[in-house]
Nanobody
Framework: QVQLVESGGGLVQPGGSLRLSCAASGTTIYSINPMSWYRQAPGNQRELVATIGSSSTSTNYADFVKGRFTISRDNAKKMLYLQMNNLKPEDTALYYC?????????WGKGTLVTVSS
């Protein structure tokens, strides 16, 4: 079984930065599966923020975070990260870690990011 635990959320002022982390655990290998960050704001559907492939050379970002967010992973530590810079109030949401294991998706419980002055 796969467990994902997010951390690093909090309250930050507009223009500030946060780094989210996601720790994966279980007895399975993660390095060959793509991982992603999603977010869900109150009243909105969950949306994809960024995805990273197994080699870390393949990354994709939603247009609304391009140039501000960076996704990365450390396969040896089974960690996924999201560096978020120049945060905006519209980035306020619950951020979820996701791993796609051959069509089966696993999710963490999320970490809350609030951008407000």
């Amino acid at each position: 079984q796969v467990q994902l635990v997010e951390s690093g959320g909090g309250l930050v002022q507009p223009g500030g930065s946060l780094r989210l982390s996601c720790a994966a655990s279980g007895t399975t290998i993660y390095s060959i599966n793509p991982m992603s960050w999603y977010r869900q704001a109150p009243g909105n559907q969950r949306e994809l923020v960024a995805t990273i492939g197994s080699s870390s050379t393949s990354t994709n970002y939603a247009d609304f975070v391009k140039g501000r967010f960076t996704i990365s992973r450390d396969n040896a530590k089974k960690m996924l990260y999201l560096q978020m810079n120049n945060l905006k109030p519209e980035d306020t949401a619950l951020y979820y870690c996701n791993i796609d294991r051959w069509g089966t998706n696993f999710w963490g419980k999320g970490t809350l990011v609030t951008v407000s002055s």
